[in-house]
């Protein structure tokens, strides 16, 4: 897990060291205020303007604290400081329960009503690969969502003592409160994260040998359109989403029955690997109709007894740019 808050004092660095300084903690910043906002994008503008606050500040640093504890500080205040949304980021399975594909109606919401996913080349890093398994069990999507629904405060806390591990002594000093109010806030966060939720498939633990031949089928069901075929990869309880629409399904015959009907139109798709939410995600490219094919959405897949448990597919083209991935994929 990531290191303590508390280090020894430093002296002050130079500029251009002190800029190298910050950009050496920007992943975890990023993966810290993913776990606060929800949304990629929000995180990053988060830290680019948790840099700024700092950059403009250097000169009243000095070195009482370590960096690192000083730029989560200031990364907390720039939380806690955005704009309130009059809804908290969810998935579409965290508001209703599941529809029919002959009852489906797709009714739009805007972007900041979802939990949105993350590269993870954004967030993860290390080399201890127990470090890497924690850390990806903490940006799984149903995890992040779990988190909106607490207070942003209770949420800070349970995310840095719970997550990151700090002392309750560092987390107070941080927000500027007690210990004993610290140990309070996680209890209550800790109480309402465990509150029944709907029953839907759950994230999977660390891809074993047989996912990658699992994945493999799944790529070659989906781009040769077999879908009686990839049904058979989909576990009983499956669940397949489609933000920013507020429909979801449960099962493979439901799933089956979508893509042969209102998803037909992804036939002859093509599917680019990536990796997202600590789980295996595909860019998803429909025909553009001049032979080559255009961007549509970033699938976010579970896997669980050798079975996929959970489709995320985010239509959003603008996660192309934030996942390192073009536009469009020309013929051939």
């Known amino acids: 897990m990531e290191a303590r808050a508390t280090q020894a004092a430093v002296p002050l660095p130079g500029p251009d060291r002190f800029t190298a300084e910050m950009e050496g903690h920007r992943r975890e ?7 606060m906002l929800g949304a990629g994008s929000e995180a990053e503008d988060a830290v680019q303007e948790t840099f700024l606050r700092a950059w403009r500040s250097r000169d009243g640093f000095e070195g009482r604290a370590s960096l690192r504890s000083w730029l989560y500080r200031i990364a907390t205040n720039v939380c806690l400081d955005m704009p309130q949304r009059p809804q908290r980021r969810a998935r579409p399975m965290d508001l209703a329960g599941p529809a029919t594909t002959a009852t489906a109606v797709l009714a739009e919401q805007p972007e ?13 890093g290390g080399e201890d690969p ?25 949420r800070a806390v349970l995310i840095l003592r719970d997550v990151l ?6 987390v107070a000093d941080l927000l500027g409160c007690t210990a004993a109010s610290v140990n309070s806030a996680l209890q209550r966060a800790r109480a309402t994260l465990h509150e029944p939720r709907p029953e839907v498939a759950g994230d999977e633990p660390d891809l074993d040998p047989d996912a990658a031949a699992l994945l493999a089928q799944y790529v070659s069901a989906f781009t040769s359109y077999d879908i009686d075929r990839l049904v058979t990869l989909l576990r009983d309880d499956v669940t397949f989403s489609m933000p920013p629409h507020n ?20 036939r002859d798709s093509r599917l680019v690997a990536t990796r997202a939410n600590g789980c295996p995600a595909f860019a998803s490219y429909k025909p553009d109709g001049a032979g080559g094919h255009r961007a549509w959405s970033i699938q976010v897949l579970s896997i669980n007894d050798d079975r996929i448990t959970a489709i995320h597919n985010y239509l959003n083209t603008e996660l192309f740019e934030a996942f390192g991935l ?6 051939g």
């Open 130 to 154: 127990a470090e890497l398994a924690a850390q990806r069990e903490t940006i799984r999507l149903a995890f992040i969502a779990a988190l909106q629904r607490l207070p942003a405060r209770q």
């Open 29 to 35: 910043l990023t993966g810290y205020c993913y776990r």
């Open 112 to 124: 900041h009503r979802w939990v949105q996913p993350i590269a993870d080349g954004r967030v993860l």
């Open 165 to 170: 591990h700090w002392q309750a002594s560092e």
């Open 247 to 266: 429909l979801w399904l449960r099962g493979p015959l439901e799933v089956g029955r979508w893509m042969l009907g209102p998803g037909a139109a992804c």
């Open 326 to 331: 073009p536009l469009a994929l020309g013929a």
